[in-house]
């Protein structure tokens, strides 16, 4: 074992010493895929979906909670027998199910949504920009990684952000993407705690490495304040453009999917 595994095998104990009382919470994009321009062209090694598909089965409870839908995340990953928390927590497709269940609340306002990017969807000028609309169902994401103009691309984004939050819905910033969401509280989070909750979970773990992903590390604070986990690990997986805070907030840190695949690898080492 190097000096690399011994560090990960350290820190993830808390995890591995009881499996059937762990939690595992994954990013996707960053995390277990590389990032490119289209996210249509984003793949997961095949070495990484087979190691979640081991840590699925020792795990009592996996989920990889995604901006992507639930049935393109489990699309892109390609392991049926664990959960996909897509958009952002607001649909849950648990393990081998075939539809994922929309929280009542988004559902209720996700026609506003709709409504707006539809119609600014079909303006001139993000087309002329090459600005991409994603449907997430509830969340529509403007994208304009790879746009010719990105700077100027970026500022019809915060005029169109503007807008929206006047027309009662709420925005959110990631990585060269913009997303409008329904007004109610959504973020990765949210799937956390109720995925740790039903499960009973004593040990959780959540990796990741944009702004959306300190949801998600919060919630394992939460769950550790109040007495529900026993333990948490927090993974920031480093890249050019993590935010600093993932870094800084990580008691582990890792260099991109290459990196993050160690830890993938050490969740599946039994402790002796």
């Not at 403007?142 to 005029?159: N, S, V």
């Not at 909750?197 to 959540?206: D, E, K, N, T, Y």
């Amino acid at each position: 074992m190097t000096d690399g595994a011994a560090a990960f095998a350290e820190v993830l104990r808390p995890l591995t010493e009881n499996p059937q009382q762990g939690a595992i919470f994954l990013d996707i994009d960053g995390v277990l895929a590389p990032i490119v321009e289209r996210a249509e062209d984003s793949h997961v090694p095949e070495r990484s979906s087979r190691l979640i598909a081991a840590i699925g089965r020792r795990y009592d409870c996996v989920a990889c909670v995604s901006g992507r839908s639930a049935a393109e995340a489990r699309r892109l990953v390609g392991v049926g027998g664990i959960a996909y928390a897509g958009s952002h927590g607001v649909e849950l497709l648990d393990p081998n199910a075939g539809q994922p269940r929309m929280a009542p609340a988004v559902a209720e306002k996700a026609a506003m949504v709709r409504s707006f990017a539809e119609q600014r969807a079909r303006d001139r000028d993000l087309r002329m920009l090459r600005v991409r609309v994603e449907d997430k169902g509830a969340i529509f994401a403007f994208h304009w990684r790879g746009a010719p103009d990105e700077g100027a691309a970026r500022l019809r984004m915060e005029e169109l952000a503007e807008d929206a939050e006047r027309a009662g819905l709420h925005t959110h910033w990631g990585r060269k993407v913009l997303e409008l969401r329904p007004p109610v509280p959504i973020d990765k989070g949210q799937a956390v705690l109720e995925l740790t909750r039903r499960h009973g979970s004593r040990a959780g773990l959540f990796a990741g490495d944009d702004t959306t992903d300190l949801d998600g590390f919060a919630a394992l604070d939460t769950l550790l304040a109040g007495g529900e986990l026993a333990a948490a690990v927090r993974v920031g997986v480093r890249s050019d453009e993590v935010p600093g805070e993932i870094v800084e907030r990580a008691d582990l840190v890792v260099d991109g999917v290459e990196g993050f695949a160690q830890v993938l690898a050490a969740l599946t080492v039994e402790e002796r």
